[in-house]
């Protein structure tokens, strides 16, 4: 079978101490799709984002991107072989304008042109277009030249995965892109990140399982450290270990 | 034609103030120490306001360039471009050994790791008595004529002429500032300011911007340190030492870190009213203590942040400000355990 | 050899006295995160107390009492007025203003004191020396490791055997827990400030008929306290204690071998534990 695998993670590990985080993970997620990754509190989700952005050092196995190792590669280099992520916690330039956010994040892209410290941003044309786009395209063109941290909550999550799309990744991580989103909010959230998966590959952790449920081509679901079941979203939600994983957890 | 945004705006503020200050200023060595220390300040502003780094290393930069530059003159009987192009050079890699390590930590270990290479700068340069002179200093610098592919422009004898020549080089420098801070380089350093690890997640290795940051501040100090070594026809072992890189950090806070002329407000600041104050009462020193206490509660903007703020209200709007002070960064704050643990 | 003997002995005393000093430094730092550089300024203020006490009164053991209780209070009355306001702001915020309020400090020892340092004398009942065998050494010395000692030993059993020290340990841990136990975090803060401070006065007060009051001893011994908690490790007591005699005896030893040096192993030192080790050697990570 011709899989296309992106990203893979081989027998991923890690522990703090003597609590053990993960458990051997193997992980692979197939170009093109939009693949979530859920579990109840504690499954070692976080962990495992971490340890694919490069945020923590696995304690065993690999993880694979495009056939590369990049287990130990920083995670400011990860933006340059096609890889971006999205954080949990709201984490963006608090003081700048909207629109400076995503240049900067553009701009990331080429370090070498970004030590240029003798030219002028209007000279390197490239992150303001893409800015330009982006602001278009994620609805904040009227919000362009406010201090991102004016945004509404909602704006904030919305710029936080704009933030992500920037460096034209060829795969996106978004750590539970809703967190902390109102309940009106949400059905931009979900459009865009569905939109994201025609031309990206997405790996996303998400709590809320609406939107799980109607945007994933494939769920992994986590449970104390290990993978429990993998599969198509029907085949997931009828799974009885599932269930039982979530027992005393509302779905 | 469109004049370059870099000459626009402070640039002309600069500019008028370069030419009055003479004539406002009760003597002429006074505004000529004034513009020394602006170029000074500037250079830490380049890292607190611009980069978020507290750095106590200023003096070693400073002293640093003043043996530079008087070493320079005396032994190798070099010109005075030559000294001050050496002292540029010299206070760039020091900045680039001093910066490289001490940004390996966050937070107030950066500032401890700073604090200690100012002390062991001190301690090298008080040890080191048969280059520095020690405790004496090195005595009887001279300060060469201005020659220019060995046309000689001026003799910079008299105070008046030194002044337009360091007032030519603190104009050039504002400009480079300007210009360094609106490009690609500059924007990136508020970035990182503003959120480091966003910084490195959208692709900076912040390390590397540090480092220049550091370099490109350490040139500008040290070439302070230089002209204030010609100024006195001494370098005494004070310029290496970590008052005066604490003296450096309080004009660039005084002035204001959300602007480039901030820094030139608070060195003319402190060095003026130090000036004034001590002649009439010694231990104005308290006075600046209690400054010190009033920037922190009530105007974290410093001076350029006041002057900003009553713009505003005469205009009837606030929110043009571009760079924001160091005070409204929420990310250099440690409010938490956690962020405290991190920074390790 | 009892060169030798007499420098470990003066080392073990410097030492005592730079963990006095350090230990409230680092208590603060592992409670309230929160770095102090107006710290030696209590420490030059316990000197200066003492030498006003025993010049009006002639009794050092007077000022052994009262000057470090002054200082505390006054560490209080900073704290719970000014420094209180500043907890949430950036470190260089906190860093200026304890600067600050340092610099108002020294310049009011010197519009009180003069410029020109004092000198203390040693109590009476301290005076002369102890011989042993060809050995001599001056009681003073011997009575500030003693009585230092005895402080420590207080200090550890306040801090691991009372309510008080379980708050403080249990806040350097995490703080929201402890405000959650229904304790007034603001008041905890309040006293652990108090104390350090206090501390720094009472090391002012045993280090003043040894090295006389100045102006400019605050300073000074600042940097020299934070090499100290550099080295054990902040928030850690046991680390300023090992890192006090540490420095204290490094410093009494190379002085005698080779003095300039001494300040720049030091502070190297504390370059090379920050890189290497940032937590120190009793830190946690």
């Known amino acids: ?251 | 034609m469109k004049i370059p945004r870099f000459l626009k705006g402070t640039t002309i503020a600069s500019l008028v103030a370069v030419l009055i200050l003479p004539f406002v200023l009760p003597s002429t060595s006074l505004a000529i120490e004034v513009l020394i220390f602006s170029i000074a300040a500037l250079g830490c502003n380049l890292l607190l306001g611009y980069t978020g780094l507290l750095s106590f290393g200023q003096g070693i930069f400073f002293g640093m360039g003043s043996y530079a530059t008087s070493l320079c003159l005396q032994r190798l009987d070099a010109g005075l471009v030559t000294s001050l192009l050496l002292a540029f050079v010299v206070g760039g890699l020091v900045a680039a050994v001093v910066g490289g390590l001490s940004i390996r930590r966050r937070g107030i270990y950066f500032v401890m790791l700073t604090l200690a290479f100012a002390q062991m700068f001190y301690f090298m340069a008080y040890t080191a008595s048969g280059l520095t002179g020690g405790d004496n200093g090195l005595l009887d610098v001279p300060r060469p004529p201005l020659r220019v592919f060995g046309f000689e422009i001026s003799t910079l004898g008299a105070s008046l002429s030194y002044y337009v020549f360091v007032a030519v080089l603190f104009l050039a420098i504002f400009v480079a500032l300007r210009r360094i801070i609106h490009s690609p380089f500059g924007s990136t350093l508020l970035a990182i300011r503003d959120n480091e690890e966003r910084a490195t997640a959208i692709g900076y290795n912040t390390r590397y911007f540090k480092i220049v940051a550091f370099m490109i501040s350490g040139s500008i100090t040290a070439v302070a340190g230089g002209l204030y070594a010609m100024f006195l026809n001494f370098a005494p072992l004070s310029n290496i030492e970590h008052l005066m890189g604490e003296q450096i950090l309080f004009m660039t806070i005084i002035g204001g870190t959300g602007s480039l002329f901030g820094s030139f407000l608070g060195a003319g600041f402190l060095i003026v009213v130090g000036d004034v104050l001590s002649a009439i009462w010694p231990r104005w020193l308290m006075l600046l203590g209690f400054l010190l206490i009033a920037i922190v509660l009530f105007m974290r903007g410093g001076l350029w942040g006041c002057i900003e703020s009553l713009m505003g209200r005469f205009r009837g709007h606030q929110n043009t400000k571009k760079d924001p002070p160091l005070s409204e960064s929420p990310t250099g704050s440690l409010s938490t355990k956690e962020e405290a643990k991190n920074e390790r | 050899m009892t060169l030798y003997l007499f420098q470990v002995l003066n080392g073990l005393g410097l030492g005592m006295i730079y963990f006095l000093i350090a230990v409230g430094l680092s208590i603060i730092f592992g409670l309230l995160n929160f770095v102090n550089f107006a710290h030696g300024a209590f420490f030059l203020l316990g000197s200066y107390f003492c030498y006003q006490v025993v010049a009006l009164t002639g009794n050092f053991w007077l000022s052994l009492l009262i000057a470090p209780v002054i200082v505390g209070a006054i560490a209080w009355f900073a704290e719970s007025n000014l420094l209180n306001r500043v907890y949430n702001l950036p470190h260089a915020f906190q860093i200026l203003i304890t600067l600050g309020m340092a610099l108002v400090i020294q310049e009011s020892a010197i519009m009180v004191w003069g410029t020109v340092g004092k000198n203390i004398a040693v109590p009476d009942l301290l005076q002369g020396i102890v011989q042993m065998g060809d050995f001599a050494y001056p009681i003073y010395r011997l009575f500030v490791i003693s009585f230092s000692a005895v402080i420590a030993l207080l200090l550890w059993l306040l801090l691991e055997r009372t309510r008080f020290g379980a708050l403080v340990r249990a806040g350097s841990e995490n703080t929201e827990m402890v405000s959650l136990l229904g304790v007034n975090i603001f008041k905890l803060f309040s006293i652990t400030f108090g104390l350090g401070a206090t501390l720094a006065g009472l090391a002012g007060v045993l280090a003043a008929p040894l090295r006389g009051a100045d102006p400019f001893m605050g300073a000074e011994i600042l940097g020299i306290a934070f090499v100290v908690v550099v080295i054990g490790g902040m928030g850690s007591f046991t680390g300023a204690l090992v890192g006090g005699l540490l420095v204290g005896l490094v410093q009494s030893i190379m002085s005698s071998l080779w003095p300039p040096g001494v300040h720049l192993m030091i502070y190297g030192s504390m370059a090379l534990v920050i890189l290497i080790r940032p937590y120190g050697l009793f830190g946690r990570a």
């Open chain 1, 1 to 251: 079978m011709s899989d296309n695998f992106i990203l893979e993670t081989s027998d991923l590990g890690m522990a703090y101490g003597r609590f053990v985080a993960l458990f051997g993970v193997d992980l692979k997620v197939q170009e093109g799709t939009i693949h979530a990754v859920i579990g109840p509190n504690g499954a070692g989700k976080t962990t495992l984002f971490h340890c694919l952005t490069g945020n923590r050092l696995p304690t065993s196995g690999r993880v694979m991107f495009r056939d590369a190792d990049i287990t130990r590669m920083p995670s400011h280099r990860r933006i340059g072989i096609g890889m971006s992520r999205s954080f949990q916690i709201t984490s963006l330039f608090q003081n700048l304008s909207v629109r400076e956010n995503l240049r900067l994040a553009a701009q990331g892209r080429h370090m070498v042109k970004a030590m240029n410290f003798w030219g002028s941003v209007e000279g390197y044309p490239e992150p303001l277009e893409i800015s330009e786009e982006l602001l278009d395209r994620l609805g904040l063109m009227d919000r362009a030249d406010v201090i991102a941290g004016e945004l509404s909550h909602g704006q904030q999550r919305i710029l936080e995965v704009g933030m992500a799309m920037a460096a034209k990744p060829k795969m996106l991580l978004l750590d539970e892109p809703t967190s902390g989103m109102g309940i009106d909010d949400i059905p931009a959230m979900t459009r865009l990140i569905k939109e994201l998966g025609h031309d990206h590959t997405v790996l996303l952790i998400e709590h809320n399982m609406d939107i799980v449920m109607s945007i994933s081509s494939i769920i992994s679901v986590m449970h104390q450290g290990r993978i429990l079941v993998e599969g198509a979203p029907e085949m997931v939600q009828k799974d009885e270990r599932v269930r039982t994983a979530y027992l005393g957890e509302a779905i």
